[in-house]
């Protein structure tokens, strides 16, 4: 089992910029794959960005060359650094994890594990 805990969300004006983290818990399960995905009012929940074990990372078209996604394997930490904000990108911000357990009894298995949640909102 994963608890993902976000946090850095918040209030912030147009061109401004916001720093989300998202810290794993409670599992000795290797980690491959994390990502922040959001959901706007009114909207279905979108990727923004993903980011492998290995560092290798994919962007959503909107946020390309204003988001960074990174991370820290030692913490089990994965960031999103967001500049040039705009009220487009107001949305509950969810962190994401993907797991692989290895069992040589029963068998490996894999699952997702997703966050509580951490508004952002952009004013004009």
């Known amino acids: 089992q994963v608890q993902l805990v976000e946090s850095g969300g918040g209030l912030v004006q147009g061109g401004g910029s916001l720093r989300l983290s998202c810290a794993a818990s409670?599992?000795?399960?290797?980690?491959?794959?994390m990502g922040w995905y959001r959901q706007a009012p009114g909207e279905q929940r979108e990727l923004v960005a993903t980011i492998t074990s290995g560092g290798s990372t994919k962007y959503a078209d909107s946020v390309k060359d204003r988001f960074t996604i990174s991370r820290d394997n030692a913490k089990n930490t994965v960031y999103l650094q967001m500049n040039n904000l705009t009220p487009e990108d107001t949305a509950v911000y969810y962190c994401?994890?993907?797991?692989?357990?290895?069992?040589?009894?029963?068998?490996?298995?894999?699952?997702?594990?997703w966050g509580q949640g951490t508004q952002v909102t952009v004013s004009s």
């Open positions: 409670g599992s000795s399960g290797s980690i491959t794959n």
């Open positions: 994401n994890a993907h797991t692989k357990v290895i069992r040589a009894i029963l068998g490996s298995y894999e699952r997702d594990y």
